[in-house]
């Protein structure tokens, strides 16, 4: 992984010999031991680094960590329902489940953004 930072402030994340940045991740998909970035193009990158080595980095740029298997841009959140489906919709139309262990961190988060 390389982390490159320009004067605009524009972060860019190399997995797999592509790089990527990082407002154009919408999420990040655990499938074992390999992570699966869907981006805003709707292109998707595998990297065979799990996401526990990308959370910390990804956590400290306005992203959460909603499930075991997920890790969530933020501003890619179109509507959450905490109270049925517990679930996020994300604008590229894919739903993430939030964890039971996590709704209510996610809820005072949201609440104090709002």
């Not at 982390?3 to 990082?22: P, W, Y």
């Amino acid at each position: 992984m390389t982390i490159t930072n320009t004067k605009e402030q524009i972060c860019e994340l190399s997995v797999s010999d592509q790089s990527i940045c990082i407002k154009d991740i919408v999420h990040v998909q655990g499938e074992g031991n390999y992570s699966k970035f869907y981006l805003t193009d709707g292109r998707t990158v595998i990297s065979c680094r799990t996401l526990k080595f990308f959370e910390p980095f990804l956590i400290e740029r306005g992203f959460i960590r909603p499930s075991k298997s997920a890790i969530v841009n933020i501003s890619a959140i179109e509507t959450i329902d905490f109270n049925h489906q517990k679930t996020m919709k994300l604008v590229n139309d894919q739903n993430i489940t939030i964890s039971r262990r996590q709704i209510k961190p996610l809820k005072d988060l949201f609440k104090a953004m709002a």
